[in-house]
């Protein structure tokens, strides 16, 4: 139907352009077999159960565990999700269903101009204004803490939430809305029963990737939740069985709450901030650069595995 | 008549989150305004940091950035353009092409510190004699890679975005694929192309973590003279004086961060200018 290439020129053209064409294909699969090269050789040191739950983080005196980074990345990131999901779905809904037209046209750019703040600027704003906000508020030693890194990185996913949320409900087919209405749901039983259901896997997605963003955010993490290498701590789980039995009910209920919210209120380090913090420093191929390599490695499959999850949930088009 | 309450108590609250993920934005532009716009005079933008960092302003780190920026501009067209121009024009339907669309979307969800980690060991370490070790090439390879995704997303959709029967009308006075790409298909998909290619040198500009060990310094004396060498670079800059310096004056702080945080938008800003102005002279 059409015709080949007119001249060799065209031909290796089209060779090239082939050959960029899987670049992407490629450059992922170096970044997996370079972090595996640089990464592997800690193994011959520290076995790879001693690397993912060894409770020590010492790189001095050779002593690679990085569950306490791994717990401090957990931390941060469920909380960020959390408050990311809980501000962000009401929004995506409020701004694709309620807000009027022109309060859209507002809104819209308003959550994109947040989108493209570099981090590092974010990290900036949440040393010197939510740091000090939450320690006065809380009463804290220090502002740099968990939470604090919590509350910066669920306003720096919350955009990714919100634009693919709200897109996944606005493909909900407009049949489905007018369905619903004309046999006479309220607006809001509409958006509850219907849109929400049909739009379920899009939010999934949304959920997925902006937890993938969080995981993988290094400088405002860095800069703001303390960088102790600790295991988050929690209070001695007897005391928390003296205060249930003391305080049944909703006492009971803000005990349990207390309990598990203690370790947010402590300086955390994650693993992004571990490596951003220590390769400067460190010396090249020691077993201290293989170990943060590892990390680099951990942090690269679950990433791969949260995206692959949205990828799943959105596909099958 | 309960359905209409409660209707409107779950619309009040959801109007509240809005107020409470959009009131931040304002806040923090307000901010930057405040504290930054003091500390913002010429002598800020146009010399050097005195040694001990407190003193003078922000000339390299501006420059460094200006440097990487270009850099990633050449890096990300040379591999982003071809890519998505294959992707939505060649590529066959198979599993080598849809391998490499989920390795697009998954390049996307990589943390940006394991792009610093690739660049440290290739480019830095494996490839020192060609790029220097840490240098403006290094960083521009690095942060090229990193928005790759975005570029090779934004080439392909502008791309299909091209009405199928311009190129049948190219097809059949007789031009060949390649004639009908190069001098049909990519013209008409320019402005696309070149709004996407441009949010994605923003994301470059901003981000910190993949140059931290491939090519920005904490402090250097001299601007760069060859591509080889290493920079300053705005947003390491803003790192290192809201962390790494005590007692680093705070106006001065603030206005690095304003700085930084105007050249990101300028360059989204820049980008929505182009879409509309490209738009209005489209053809279809």
Same mark, same amino acid.
């Given at each position: 139907?059409?015709?080949?290439? %007119? ?14 064409? $899987? ?20 193994? *011959?040191?520290?076995?790879?159960? #001693? ?12 002593? /690679? ?14 909380? %960020?999700? &959390? ?9 995506? &809904? ?11 046209? &507002? ?53 990714? $939430?919100?634009? $693919? ?16 209405? %004309? ?5 809001? *039983? ?7 259901? #049909? ?30 290498? &600790? $295991? ?60 943060? /390599? ?10 791969? /595995? ?6 799943? %949930?959105?596909?099958?088009? | 008549?309960?359905?209409?309450? !409660? ?21 923090? =532009? ?61 590529? +066959? ?9 989920? =390795? ?98 923003? !994301? ?41 310096? +005590?007692?680093? +004056? ?6 690095? =961060? ?27």
């Amino acid at each position: 139907m059409q015709r080949r290439a %007119a001249n060799w020129a065209e031909f290796l053209g089209e060779k090239l352009l082939f050959c960029f064409g $899987i670049s992407a294909l490629v450059l992922l699969l170096l970044i997996f077999l370079m972090l595996l090269k640089e990464g592997v050789p800690v193994f *011959q040191h520290t076995a790879p159960t #001693a690397f993912l739950l060894g409770h020590r983080w010492l790189p001095l005196s050779d002593i /690679f565990g990085i569950l306490p980074l791994l717990l401090g990345s957990l931390l941060v990131t469920l909380a %960020a999700s &959390v408050i990311a999901l809980l501000l962000g779905i009401p929004t995506a &809904v409020f701004i694709s269903e309620v807000a009027p037209r022109r309060l859209r046209e &507002v809104l819209k750019p308003l959550i994109e101009m947040l989108a493209a703040v570099p981090s590092v600027a974010l990290g900036f704003v949440g040393l010197v204004v939510v740091g000090p906000l939450l320690r006065e508020w809380l009463g804290l030693d220090s502002g740099l803490t968990a939470l604090t890194g919590a509350v910066t990185l669920a306003f720096m996913s919350l955009p990714t $939430i919100v634009s $693919i949320a709200d897109d996944a409900i606005g493909a909900v087919p407009s049949s489905y809305r007018d369905a619903s209405l %004309a046999l006479g749901a309220t607006h809001w *039983q509409t958006i509850r029963r219907v849109l929400l259901p #049909a739009a379920r896997r899009g939010i999934f997605a949304a959920g997925m990737l902006g937890i993938g963003r969080a995981i993988g955010e290094t400088m405002t993490v860095m800069m703001v939740t303390g960088n102790a290498a &600790v $295991i988050p701590k929690w209070p001695p789980l007897c005391r928390f069985w003296e205060a249930m039995a003391e305080f049944p009910g909703l006492e009971g209920f803000r005990a349990t709450l207390d309990y598990l919210l203690a370790p947010y209120f402590d300086s955390v380090r994650t693993m992004t901030a571990t490596i951003g913090a220590e390769m400067g420093e460190v010396v090249w191929h020691s077993g201290h650069y293989h170990a943060l /390599f590892a990390i680099g490695l951990v942090l690269f499959l679950i990433t791969f /595995f949260v995206n692959l999850a949205a990828d799943l %949930a959105v596909g099958r088009r | 008549m309960r359905e209409a309450i !409660r209707q409107r108590m779950w619309f009040a609250l959801f109007a509240s989150c809005t107020a409470v993920v959009a009131a931040p934005v304002v806040v923090i =532009a307000g901010l930057l305004l405040w504290r930054g716009l003091p500390a913002l005079d010429w002598a800020f933008l146009s010399t050097p940091p005195a040694p001990g960092m407190r003193e003078g302003g922000i000339l390299p780190a501006i420059v460094g950035t200006l440097w990487l920026a270009a850099g990633t501009t050449a890096v990300a067209l040379a591999f982003g353009l071809p890519a998505g121009i294959y992707l939505s024009e060649y590529a +066959p339907r198979g599993a080598l092409t849809r391998a490499v669309r989920l =390795a697009i979307v998954n390049l996307a969800g990589v943390p940006s510190i394991v792009y610093g980690l690739f660049g440290l060991a290739v480019f830095v370490l494996l490839l020192k004699r060609v790029t220097g070790g840490m240098s403006i090439i290094s960083g521009s390879l690095t942060l090229g890679f990193l928005i790759l995704p975005v570029v090779i997303t934004a080439t392909e959709e502008a791309l299909l975005a091209v009405p199928q029967t311009l190129r049948q009308a190219s097809v059949a006075l007789g031009a060949t694929r390649w004639q009908t790409t190069v001098r049909v298909v990519l013209p008409n998909a320019a402005p696309g192309i070149l709004t996407g290619f441009i949010i994605g040198l923003a !994301r470059a500009a901003g981000e910190t973590a993949p140059i931290m060990f491939t090519a920005a310094y904490f402090y250097l004396r001299h601007l760069p003279t060859s591509l080889q060498d290493g920079v300053m670079a705005l947003p390491y800059h803003l790192y290192v004086v809201a962390t790494q310096i +005590p007692n680093y +004056p705070a106006a001065k702080a603030w206005g690095t =961060a304003l700085v930084l945080v105007a050249l990101v938008f300028a360059m989204n800003l820049g980008a929505v200018l182009t879409r509309a102005r490209l738009r209005r002279r489209r053809r279809w």
